[in-house]
């Protein structure tokens, strides 16, 4: 991620710009995969799916994106989605052997082995040199119950790897599919090889336990403790060292081995469980609670998954016996109470326990899924919290630079909605960013995006207040995003406008569309004396007048408006809404028809010549304008109450309620659309509905007339 960043950084310098964005789309590649790892390490699989969807689309490599995005799908119980994904990445490269593997554990996490060992054997045959790919077809076949076929392969692979940590892999992996016999054999292989060898012990003492239960206790504590000698620091180990030596009644020797397995997050967990058995069992029950409400805290705060059902029974039994023991009945009763739904878990063996915590926790996946690679791990998975945080804020910072350069480069070439989008994920991973907010801002203003860029403008007032040009910028978006009574506070103070024409008319403009005509008269009359052929100034002093009544002085204007530029916007769609005020309704359609041939994609005098024509008898023509404007804006409410209209009196009753009903669902305080609505139920036999929707509109209207 880093060497991207100063690789494209390197480019620039040397006047190379394709390369320098290749470079930085490289950056985010990296950056986004490597925020992916780090929340799914980190126990957050919405925000890691988030930053593999941008790794995704953040460069023309698709691979490692989609093969982390299946493997989240895997760990979040959504194998359908696994193979959606994985299939979309083999139809690309068929020859892609952790594709495969991971496809094929898909398939049996959907309880289809037969299907994941038919994809491996394809693979196995079609890339033979694939050590992995074999490795995991044997253990397709342990799960087929076919061990023969397994140890054959295992034995190919232990010849091409023959090293002793390659024999604890299939030894785990025998174990894990109820083979304890030949994991014996294997983990004892490993040891001849190298009698350190770190895991084997460890192994083997599970192997035993789960063969042989109870009777193989002391055998198995034999081995963790070897191991412990060899791996001192091995928090697994610790561990089921701990557990066993808790099923064993060893309290006081177990203390250590699970005092070293809490200070690792990866076991604390579970460590925290048994440590509260042990020091239940030697009376010591504040110590325990603690312990075992810590182990419930952890469970309900993110490591559900380190608990299988099991498992939290017995926290809140031994936690309700612990508080018991305090004389805190009260507090131990509800625990009682979880802890009885599952009582029959309360009698389990040495095996039992060690079957459930491997279930539910200790089996690595890699050994106990086919199809996951068994010779590498993530690289952040074993990372403490601390660290991970500070590489989490390391990514943000490296991904919102890259973005925020690659926003300069389409700036630079006149790609304004590119470079917004680029700017605002830069700004969603640091807002304080420098000069992202600026930058955003000034994006979205110049991509024609007014209202969106309102709010990091905004942001960047805020920082430098005292910018004329920022500001500047600021009411002339508020004023396209229609927001006037924003534009005109900023453009009051603006020490430009005096000297500016074009700042004058938008401070007009504001004004009088926020009802302050009285206001914009003296700069009008200013502007009138200076610019008498201003096309567009003419149009703002006939809105202004027709919103006083005066529409004789509106309708000069605008003809005068009309007659120097003929196209001139919102002259004629002015004068229409004037005349169908003044019922003059032929006259009203003839103007609004000039505007929609000028600007065809003004929806608002559309839906002005559909009502002039529908109040004017012409019920399809006026239905036909109105479908336009809903084609363009469905969510227009006005629209949808007059196509509603029309449809009910036309006699389609139930393409009338259905059209009223969603205009009622958009403006819901518009007491015309209940009216309209209540009568269409009512046609429709629905008097129920029909006195529902009266009783809304008589409260609608009263509430208008107070």
């Not at 805190?328 to 009763?333: F, L, N, S």
Request: aromatic share 6%; no cysteine; proline share 4%.
């Amino acid at each position: 991620m880093q060497r991207a960043l100063t690789e494209a950084e390197s480019m620039l310098r040397r006047d190379e710009p394709q390369a320098a964005e290749s470079w930085y789309r490289e950056a985010l590649l990296e950056g986004w995969l490597l925020l992916g790892d780090l929340h799914r390490a980190g126990g957050a699989p919405a925000e890691a799916q988030a930053a593999y969807e941008r790794a995704l689309v953040s460069a023309l490599e698709a691979r490692r994106p989609l093969l982390a995005l299946a493997e989240l799908a895997l760990e979040r119980g959504d194998p359908e989605g696994a193979v959606e994904v994985l299939l979309r990445l083999l139809a690309r490269s068929s020859g892609d052997g952790r594709a495969v593997r991971l496809l094929a554990r898909a398939f049996n996490a959907t309880g289809q082995p037969e299907l994941a060992v038919q994809q491996l054997e394809g693979a196995a045959q079609s890339m033979p040199e694939d050590v992995e790919t074999r490795f995991a077809l044997a253990s397709g076949y342990l799960r087929l119950e076919r061990p023969e076929s397994a140890e054959k392969l295992f034995r190919e692979v232990a010849e091409e790897r023959p090293i002793p940590q390659t024999w604890i892999l299939i030894g785990r992996t025998y174990r894990d599919y109820g083979e304890y016999e030949r994991a014996r054999e294997a983990l004892e292989r490993a040891i001849g090889q190298e009698p350190r060898v770190p895991r084997a012990r460890f192994y083997l003492g599970t192997v035993e336990l789960l063969d042989r239960g109870r009777g193989a206790v002391e055998e198995a504590i034999d081995h963790f403790r070897e191991e412990r000698r060899i791996s001192p620091e091995d928090a697994v180990n610790s561990l089921y060292l701990g557990m066993v030596l808790v099923d064993a009644r060893r309290f006081e020797e177990a203390l250590t081995s699970l005092e070293i397995a809490v200070e690792s997050e990866s076991t604390r967990p579970n460590a925290l469980h048994h440590l509260g058995r042990a020091l239940l069992g030697l009376d010591r029950p504040g110590e325990a609670a603690a312990a075992l409400e810590s182990a419930i805290g952890l469970a309900e705060g993110g490591y559900g998954g380190s608990f299988n059902a099991n498992q939290m029974e017995s926290l809140h039994y031994q936690l309700a016996l612990a508080l018991r023991r305090t004389g805190d009945e009260a507090r131990a009763m509800p625990h009682f109470e979880a802890a009885e739904r599952f009582s029959v878990a309360l009698a389990q063996s040495s095996r039992d326990r060690m079957s459930n915590y491997l279930d539910g926790h200790g089996k690595e996946p890699s050994a106990g899924v086919v199809g996951l690679s068994v010779f590498s791990e993530t690289p952040v998975s074993g990372l403490s919290a601390e660290v991970r945080e500070q590489l989490v804020r390391t990514a943000r910072t490296t991904l919102a630079r890259a973005s925020f350069n690659l926003g300069v480069m389409a700036t630079q070439g006149r790609r304004f909605t590119r470079a917004a989008d680029h700017f605002e994920q830069s700004a969603s991973l640091d807002p304080g960013f420098p000069r992202v907010q600026y930058s955003l801002g000034v994006a979205r203003f110049n991509a024609g995006q007014f209202e969106q860029a309102t709010s990091p403008l905004s942001k960047a007032l805020e920082g430098t207040p005292g910018d004329p040009a920022l500001r500047r910028m600021l009411a002339l978006a508020w004023l396209n995003a229609e927001v006037y009574d924003r534009a005109a506070e900023l453009l009051a103070t603006d020490p430009a406008r005096a000297a500016d024409r074009s700042l004058q008319y938008a401070y007009g403009l504001a004004l009088v569309r926020s009802d302050r005509t009285g206001e914009a008269r003296p700069i009008f009359d200013r502007l009138l004396a200076e610019h008498a052929d201003w096309p567009e100034l003419n149009v703002l002093l006939g809105q202004a007048a027709a919103q006083e009544g005066d529409f004789d002085a509106a309708v000069e204007h605008l003809e005068r408006a009309v007659e120097l530029r003929p196209d001139v916007a919102e002259a004629q769609a002015t004068l229409g809404n004037i005349y169908l005020r003044q019922g003059r309704l032929e006259e009203a359609g003839a103007a609004l028809r000039a505007e929609l041939a000028s600007h065809p994609v003004d929806h608002r005098s559309r839906y002005v010549l559909a009502t002039v024509l529908e109040l004017d008898n012409q019920p399809q023509a006026a239905l036909r304008e109105v479908e336009l404007v809903l084609a363009a804006e469905p969510d227009f409410a006005d629209a949808g109450y007059l196509r509603g209209k029309i449809l009910l009196e036309d006699g389609r009753v139930d393409e009338a309620a259905a059209q009223l009903l969603a205009a009622a669902e958009l403006a819901p305080e518009d007491p015309n659309i209940r009216n309209q609505l209540g009568q269409a139920y009512q046609k429709l036999g629905d008097r129920e509905k029909a006195r529902e929707q009266f009783e809304i509109f008589q409260r609608l209207k009263g509430r208008s007339e107070q």
